[in-house]
């Protein structure tokens, strides 16, 4: 099974960046479809990106379209979310995700969690 842990949150100002990173310290990443989830304050967690096994598909939601990239190395065990142009409505703990099966938006789907990482970004 597989046990995440993210990484690389923080303090940044508007309009900078920030990477985050998503290991598994488990069995390899290599069957499942992996995502970054993020809750804010007062906010239901929300899908931000979304990535197939092999890399072949990905999905962003709108709010983050063109700004985010989601990437991962299979190879490394690790996921990434490379987050530009950072708004002060991107502030939240970013989650990510991981289920053994198919592609799906769907936050009840996904078996296997991260701990979360705070992602603040000041205007």
């Known amino acids: 099974q597989a046990q995440l842990v993210e990484s690389g949150g923080g303090l940044v100002q508007a309009g900078g960046s920030l990477r985050l990173s998503c290991a598994n310290s488990?069995?390899?990443?290599?069957?499942?479809?992996l995502a970054w989830f993020r809750q804010a304050p007062g906010k239901a967690r929300e899908v931000v990106a979304v990535?197939?096994?092999?890399?072949?598909?990905?999905h962003y939601s709108d709010s983050v379209k063109g700004r985010f990239t989601i990437s991962r190395d299979n190879a490394k065990n690790t996921m990434y979310l490379q987050m530009n142009n950072l708004k002060p409505e991107d502030t939240a703990i970013y989650y990510c995700?991981?289920?053994?099966?198919?592609?799906?938006?769907?936050?009840?789907?996904?078996?296997?969690w991260g701990q979360g990482t705070q992602v603040t970004v000041s205007s």
């Open positions: 990535i197939t096994w092999d890399g072949g598909m990905t």
């Open positions: 995700a991981a289920r053994p099966g198919p592609f799906t938006t769907m936050e009840y789907t996904y078996d296997y």
């Open positions: 488990g069995r390899t990443f290599r069957p499942y479809t």
